[in-house]
């Protein structure tokens, strides 16, 4: 796959929150920063962190607005969310994502969320 489809897989992968294809995405040395500044490292991290985040909805959803390769390898997205905790309080934010493919892994992501 190109870095392209490796990347928009992954959010695919997200909204279904199937974890054990995520996991395959990532290696020891990936790294993620959150949206609220968090850094993880290594998929076991990353996974930990994702499987809290989507555990704590009781539905949700990343909409892709656009995607573009800015540069070989990087990947950004300018997406929606839409989810429900389990207390059932709503959550709208939108945000970027670059997603930084090397050697068919996610070596990267980073979230930036935007303001409304």
Not at 2 to 10: N, T
Not at 67 to 78: L, M, N, Q
Not at 88 to 98: A, N, P, Q
């Given at each position: 796959?190109?870095?392209?489809?490796?990347?928009?897989?992954?959010f695919?992968?997200?909204?279904?929150s199937?974890?054990?294809?995520?996991?395959?995405?990532?290696?020891?040395?990936?790294?993620?920063?959150?949206?609220?500044?968090?850094?993880?490292?290594?998929?076991?991290?990353?996974?930990?962190?994702?499987?809290?985040?989507?555990?704590?909805?009781?539905?949700?959803?990343?909409?892709?607005?656009?995607?573009?390769?800015?540069?070989?390898?990087?990947?950004?997205f300018?997406?929606?969310f839409k989810?429900?905790?389990?207390?059932?309080?709503?959550?709208?934010?939108?945000?970027?994502?670059?997603?930084?493919?090397?050697?068919?892994?996610?070596?990267?992501?980073?979230?930036?969320?935007?303001?409304?």
């Amino acid at each position: 796959m190109s870095p392209l489809e490796i990347a928009e897989y992954y959010f695919k992968l997200s909204n279904d929150s199937n974890f054990d294809e995520i996991t395959k995405l990532f290696c020891e040395s990936s790294t993620f920063r959150s949206g609220k500044g968090e850094l993880f490292l290594g998929d076991n991290d990353i996974m930990s962190m994702q499987r809290v985040h989507h555990g704590s909805f009781s539905q949700l959803e990343w909409t892709v607005n656009s995607v573009s390769e800015v540069k070989p390898g990087i990947i950004r997205f300018a997406f929606d969310f839409k989810g429900e905790t389990q207390s059932r309080k709503k959550i709208e934010y939108s945000g970027l994502e670059d997603v930084v493919i090397f050697d068919g892994k996610i070596q990267h992501i980073q979230v930036q969320l935007i303001e409304a």
